[in-house]
């Protein structure tokens, strides 16, 4: 008895060691799950922000020039409902609207209501244009977003033009699609009132929503209404149910509203799912290990298994990193390439820049140094443009020709990083050190289609270096 007591307490210890590592991994594999959900929901946040930014821009321009050809379409300082049907046909909005100056609101029905109380209205009569949002319309009943533009007559403000938008059209940019569920989306002023959503029943103020319905720590929720009063971006919890949502805010620059998108609760429960499932995985395969008395073979196994991932590891490192600079390689700077290709084409992508770079003298150094000199000289010009651009991919694409993805803070410093980069070049020439021809070129949204446009300019822009250089 005692026996068989001591040969099962080795037993016990391992299951209860099968059961630490479970819980551990589950934990572990939540923690994961919860910064790369928190990823995926930053990137997509930040990419409509920006661009909600550039959409809210081209139509504050529009209005401004409605305005403007209102104005000098009439006759006379009366509204023209006509003329105000026309343009509500030809124009993105869901409803244009006059505001003449006693207040009188002209729809293309005519006069619907007094918004003399308005602040837009009062804004527009002071000559001012902007965006402004609307709880509850007079009109429609429903929240609407409007940008507004004063019009004159003769040098003389006669009233307000308005574009208003719905619910509908901010429910169309709020929602968005993640693994084929739908994500959350809102729309909210600074202090927490909701502008757009894309829930069915919309409430009054996101705060209150939160708090009312302890769907947010009150640690959480004040910092969430301190990052927002402070324009910064900021994830935060939700709960949904027995669910922790991940959720993203980010403040527009055009205006002082506020995006925010929360993780889809049905696919965060999915991947806790499968966790769970993946760890019970793991006990059953020990334990059909232990029970088999293989455990010794399984460890073997998970050694090899991190000797061909060490090894896999080293192999890609080879096949991506130059040899003799330890840059990235033209392998590595072509999938760069590729992506940002697919990312233009998909418009993904909205800044980055593309730096030349060309080693001054090499052929030179090695016809009458020859290549060990020569290969020092390449070291030391990757030296120093890795010293300039420490956050972006640095690769070597040629022989004596390197290329720069500058992006992240180097991207924010670009101009006075490729400055002071050349001024040490142009003390170095004076030194006979080592000397590179230098182009930049920024990627421009507007007009790029190509990563090949934005690279040529660099490589023209380089070439005038070069000769600058030999001047």
């Not at 308005?118 to 965006?131: C, F, K, L, T």
């Not at 696919?267 to 793991?282: C, D, H, N």
């Not at 050694?303 to 192999?315: S, V």
């Not at 080879?318 to 940002?340: H, W």
Request: aromatic residues 10%; proline residues 1%.
């Amino acid at each position: 008895m005692k026996k068989h007591l001591k040969n099962a307490v080795p037993a016990l210890l391992l299951i209860v060691g099968i059961i630490a590592a479970l819980l551990n991994f589950i934990s572990d594999n939540s923690a994961r799950n919860a910064r790369q959900n928190e990823e995926y929901i930053t990137e997509l946040t930040e990419q409509r922000a920006s661009s909600m930014d550039t959409e809210f821009a081209e139509n504050l321009t529009f209005i401004r020039s409605i305005a403007y050809l209102y104005g000098r379409s009439l006759k006379s300082p009366w509204a023209d409902i006509a003329v105000i049907a026309d343009y509500e046909k030809n124009t993105c909005f869901d409803m244009l609207r006059f505001v003449d100056a006693t207040g009188d609101n002209y729809t293309s029905k005519g006069v619907r209501s007094n918004l003399a109380d308005r602040d837009y209205y009062q804004a527009g009569m002071r000559g001012e244009s902007g965006i402004t949002y609307v709880q509850e319309s007079r009109v429609t009943g429903q929240r609407q977003i409007g940008f507004y533009a004063p019009v004159s007559f003769q040098d003389e403000i006669i009233g307000v033009m308005v574009g208003f938008y719905g619910e509908e059209y901010l429910r169309s940019r709020l929602g968005f699609d993640l693994f084929g569920y739908q994500g959350e989306g809102w729309l909210i002023a600074r202090d927490g009132a909701v502008l757009g959503a894309t829930q069915a029943e919309i409430p009054d103020n996101f705060y209150t929503y939160l708090r009312d319905g302890d769907r947010c720590t009150e640690e959480e929720l004040d910092r969430l209404i301190r990052s927002v009063g402070d324009s910064r971006s900021t994830a935060f919890t939700i709960r949904d149910d027995d669910t922790d949502v991940t959720s993203y805010a980010v403040c527009l620059e055009i205006c002082d509203w506020v995006l925010i998108r929360s993780f889809p609760a049905n696919v965060a429960r999915q991947i806790q799912r499968g966790s769970i499932l993946e760890g019970q995985r793991l006990v059953m395969i020990l334990v059909a290990l232990f029970i088999s008395y293989t455990l010794l073979v399984g460890i073997r196994t998970l050694m090899e298994k991190r000797q061909m991932q060490k090894n896999l590891m080293n192999a890609n490192e080879k096949a991506y990193k130059d040899a003799l600079t330890r840059v990235k390689n033209k392998a590595a700077y072509d999938e760069y390439i590729d992506q940002l290709e697919r990312d233009i084409q998909s418009q993904a992508v909205r800044e980055f820049s593309i730096l030349v770079c060309d080693i001054n003298n090499l052929k030179d150094i090695n016809d009458h140094l020859g290549h060990i000199e020569g290969d020092r000289y390449i070291r030391e010009a990757s030296h120093l443009i890795c010293r300039y651009w420490a956050h972006s991919p640095v690769f070597r694409i040629g022989g004596d020709e390197f290329a720069v993805l500058i992006m992240n803070a180097d991207y924010r410093d670009r101009d006075r990083l490729l400055e002071e980069m050349r001024q040490e070049i142009r003390e170095n020439m004076k030194q006979g050190k080592v000397a590179v021809a230098t182009g930049m070129s920024v990627f421009d949204p507007e007009n790029d289609k190509t990563f090949t446009q934005v690279f040529d300019r660099a490589d023209a822009l380089m070439y005038e270096n070069k000769s600058d250089l030999k001047a």
